[in-house]
């Protein structure tokens, strides 16, 4: 199994590609997407799956580019007030195995109301117990996502996000390693 994190300079955005076996995932891909076909071809697997970890409006996401390039599917969060032209939807618990690489959803509002999170855990080792999240927005290292994007629903959506942190990522345990979409600088950020 392998985590690769790519770097976007100057928007402190971070995009990841996992798998094991013949099959990769990217998270969040930027819009130059030639860095995730290369990495594939180094690794000898196919990208079978582009997660989008919640709608982004402050770079170009490379969903759509990417799954042109390789049949991948788009899969994102519901959205019941803005839903998304393309790709699927996933929920809560949805599961997706690329090799003994084990992708879990977990939902958490908070920074947008389609947030959501993927545990990463091995089937190898055990499957019910994550060694990595990927959170988006919704956790950073030392902050969290902002919370203003919706006028009038500050309050509301700032709860969201405090039960998404405290009922379901920070219960994964201080041994989880945490993949953020963003670094220092973001404008995403608190």
């Known amino acids: 199994m392998f985590v690769e994190t790519v770097k976007s300079e100057g928007l402190a955005h971070y995009s990841y ?3 094991d076996g013949s099959e990769a995932a990217v998270i969040d891909p930027r819009r130059d997407c030639d860095i995730y076909l290369d990495l594939a071809r180094e690794k000898g697997v196919a990208i079978t799956h582009i997660f989008e970890t919640h709608r ?10 990417l799954a042109k390039k390789t049949g991948a599917r788009i899969l994102h969060g519901h959205e019941d007030e803005n839903p998304f032209a393309y790709g699927e939807t ?9 090799g003994s690489a084990v992708l879990r959803v977990i939902e958490t ?3 947008t109301l389609n947030s959501i999170s993927l545990s990463l855990a091995d089937a190898g080792y055990d499957a ?12 950073f290292i030392g902050g969290v996502g902002r919370t203003d994007f919706y006028p009038g629903r500050e ?3 700032a709860g969201l996000l405090y039960d998404s942190l405290f009922g379901k990522l920070l219960p994964l345990g201080d041994d989880v390693l945490v993949h953020p979409a963003h670094g220092a600088g973001s404008v995403c950020g608190a």
């Open 56 to 65: 982004n409006e402050d770079y170009v996401i490379g969903s759509r580019a």
């Open 17 to 19: 590609m996992m798998g």
């Open 155 to 157: 309050e509301e959506v």
């Open 90 to 98: 996933v929920r809560e618990d949805d599961v997706f195995c690329l």
């Open 128 to 139: 019910d117990r994550p060694v990595a999240v990927f959170t988006g927005d919704a956790l």
């Open 109 to 111: 509002p908070g920074h």
